[in-house]
């Protein structure tokens, strides 16, 4: 028997995209019932609007309160659904049976939530559907479950919720903590959205990968120090999902990534 689903969709300013989200979400088969709820934080344009012309269940809270963690769990608290979904008004679904692909994972009782990726632990591309545990999750810290486009057990949310002190890599601390406990995060391509931040501004770029390295520090308490040689030997012999190591060395964006990454470990050092 299939699960009740909720999606649950972290929105601001987002008039521009959340339209083309929730028809997609709309027109997932076998899931007219999927109840949807948007949790707007301070919106100044059409974004409330048009989730009610959608019918999705609209919760607003303060912008000066917003965390990530914290806007999810303002959702998650509405919901009530075996599975939810945590989506970005901006993650389109690439077909009609995306969600279906995603909530089956569920029909493993261990696996915690699930997700899609292009790329494995290691950098190379991802052509099956992967168990992450818990040694993988401690190796490779930075890669994994993610809520930009996830799905996780409702009946585990309830036990550990999102934690709202982080700055970033709330989805990754979740993970971990179920992973530590014998769970597993599925992590497949087949449960790709079209998501994509590779051509958002340098200091947006710089901002996301400077949050995200942040809160990892706060949960790998034996981090590895990373100093500015690494950074250089980084940035110098990674090629990453770029075609070619030319590529990647020339891409600006990528180096405004590393520098944001490099800033967020070493400010979590300090603090």
């Given at each position: 028997?299939?699960?009740?689903?909720?999606?649950?969709?972290?929105?601001?300013?987002?008039?521009?995209?959340?339209?083309?989200?929730?028809?997609?979400?709309?027109?997932?088969?076998?899931?007219?019932?999927?109840?949807?709820?948007?949790?707007?934080?301070?919106?100044?344009?059409?974004?409330?609007?048009?989730?009610?012309?959608?019918?999705?269940?609209?919760?607003?809270?303060?912008?000066?309160?917003?965390?990530?963690?914290?806007?999810?769990?303002?959702?998650?608290?509405?919901?009530?659904s075996d599975v939810l979904v945590a989506l970005s008004a901006h993650a389109y679904p690439p077909d009609s049976t995306w969600l279906a692909r995603l909530v089956a994972g569920f029909d493993n009782p261990w696996v915690a939530c699930a997700c899609g990726q292009s790329h494995g632990p290691n950098g190379d591309p991802l052509i099956a559907p992967f168990l992450q545990d818990h040694d993988v999750a401690r190796r490779y810290p930075g890669w994994g479950y993610s809520n930009a486009?996830?799905?996780?057990?409702?009946?585990?949310?309830?036990?550990?919720?999102?934690?709202?002190?982080?700055?970033?890599?709330?989805?990754?601390?979740?993970?971990?903590?179920?992973?530590?406990?014998?769970?597993?995060?599925?992590?497949?391509?087949?449960?790709?959205?079209?998501?994509?931040?590779?051509?958002?501004?340098?200091?947006?770029?710089?901002?996301?990968?400077?949050?995200?390295?942040?809160?990892?520090?706060?949960?790998?308490?034996?981090?590895?120090?990373?100093?500015?040689?690494?950074?250089?030997?980084?940035?110098?012999?990674?090629?990453?999902?770029?075609?070619?190591?030319?590529?990647?060395?020339?891409?600006?964006?990528?180096?405004?990534?590393?520098?944001?990454?490099?800033?967020?470990?070493?400010?979590?050092?300090?603090?």
């Amino acid at each position: 028997m299939r699960p009740k689903v909720s999606v649950v969709i972290r929105a601001k300013d987002e008039a521009a995209a959340i339209g083309r989200t929730l028809r997609l979400l709309g027109e997932q088969e076998g899931f007219a019932d999927a109840e949807v709820i948007v949790v707007d934080s301070g919106s100044s344009d059409r974004t409330r609007e048009i989730a009610q012309e959608h019918g999705a269940r609209l919760i607003e809270i303060a912008p000066e309160s917003f965390s990530f963690g914290g806007a999810l769990n303002a959702g998650s608290r509405e919901a009530g659904s075996d599975v939810l979904v945590a989506l970005s008004a901006h993650a389109y679904p690439p077909d009609s049976t995306w969600l279906a692909r995603l909530v089956a994972g569920f029909d493993n009782p261990w696996v915690a939530c699930a997700c899609g990726q292009s790329h494995g632990p290691n950098g190379d591309p991802l052509i099956a559907p992967f168990l992450q545990d818990h040694d993988v999750a401690r190796r490779y810290p930075g890669w994994g479950y993610s809520n930009a486009a996830g799905a996780f057990r409702a009946e585990l949310w309830r036990q550990h919720q999102w934690r709202e002190d982080m700055p970033g890599a709330e989805d990754k601390e979740w993970a971990l903590h179920w992973l530590e406990r014998g769970y597993v995060a599925l992590i497949a391509p087949a449960l790709c959205v079209d998501h994509d931040h590779s051509h958002d501004p340098l200091r947006d770029q710089y901002q996301r990968a400077r949050r995200e390295w942040e809160g990892i520090a706060m949960i790998v308490n034996d981090l590895p120090a990373y100093s500015s040689g690494d950074l250089l030997a980084e940035w110098w012999s990674e090629r990453g999902s770029y075609r070619s190591r030319a590529r990647a060395l020339l891409s600006h964006r990528r180096a405004a990534r590393l520098l944001g990454a490099y800033s967020g470990r070493r400010r979590a050092r300090r603090g």
